[in-house]
């Protein structure tokens, strides 16, 4: 099974401050991760999808990157509405497998 | 407007059985893949079954192989979870999703396994 290790766990930030995520995976994955985002009390929301395409709707400050083994969720100013929960998600290959998560908070 | 509905969440005990119910609309369910993931109080998200639009195809996570089967009818855009033999550690808000990628989800339903 592939295992999903993001970095940090929990980080804290400010508004207007640039904000990176890192997901590895324990194999190779091509590009086939996505990000989700999670709000206290709200069901996770897909942002990306591919590594790398935004999904429709969501600002452009998010971006995503990476292929392989190695990806990066970026925050490019970070908004009062971003203090949120953050997972990837591996779907190269079965069982899919998240991240454990990070935790952007103020 | 997509809209995914699950039902059937509550409490049962350690070797009990529920089944799950996920109601979809505003897309064409039955050339869609359908997802469930499941996130334990507090914690992670977890990838639990998916199963393919003509339902040939399904795939689990290690731990409910055995003990939950995904199943779906195209005729009435319903996609089921099975959970038989429930432990404690399935305890849990399950999630139905749209897509093998889970590009959108349900409000999610509650299952409490405890005696």
């Known amino acids: 099974d592939i295992q999903m290790t993001q970095s940090p766990s929990a980080m804290s930030a400010s508004v207007g401050d640039r904000v990176t995520i890192t997901c590895r995976a324990s194999q190779v994955i091509s590009s086939h991760l996505a990000w989700f985002q999670q709000k206290p009390g709200k069901v996770p929301k897909r942002l990306i999808y591919?590594?790398?395409t935004l999904e429709s709707g969501v600002p452009s400050r998010f971006s995503g990157s990476g292929s392989g083994a190695e990806f990066t969720l970026t925050i490019s100013s970070l908004q009062p509405e971003d203090f949120a929960t953050y997972y990837c998600?591996?779907?190269?290959?079965?069982?899919?497998?998240f991240g454990q998560g990070t935790k952007v908070e103020i | 407007e997509v809209q995914v509905v699950e039902s059937g969440g509550g409490l049962v005990q350690p070797g009990g059985s529920l089944r799950l119910s996920c109601t979809a609309s505003?897309?064409?369910?039955?050339?869609?893949?359908m997802s469930w993931v499941r996130q334990t109080p507090g914690k992670g998200l977890e990838w639990v079954a998916n199963?393919?639009?003509?339902?040939?195809?399904?795939n689990y996570v290690d731990s409910v192989r055995g003990r939950f089967t995904i199943s779906r009818d195209n005729g009435k855009n319903l996609v089921y979870l099975q959970m038989n033999s429930l432990r404690a550690e399935d305890t849990a808000v399950y999630y139905c999703?749209?897509?093998?990628?889970?590009?959108?989800w349900g409000q999610g339903t509650l299952v409490t396994v405890s005696s």
């Open positions: 505003g897309f064409p369910f039955s050339t869609y893949w």
């Open positions: 999703t749209k897509g093998g990628h889970l590009d959108y």
């Open positions: 591919a590594a790398s």
């Open positions: 998600l591996q779907h190269n290959s079965y069982p899919y497998s």
């Open positions: 199963m393919n639009p003509g339902g040939s195809e399904k």
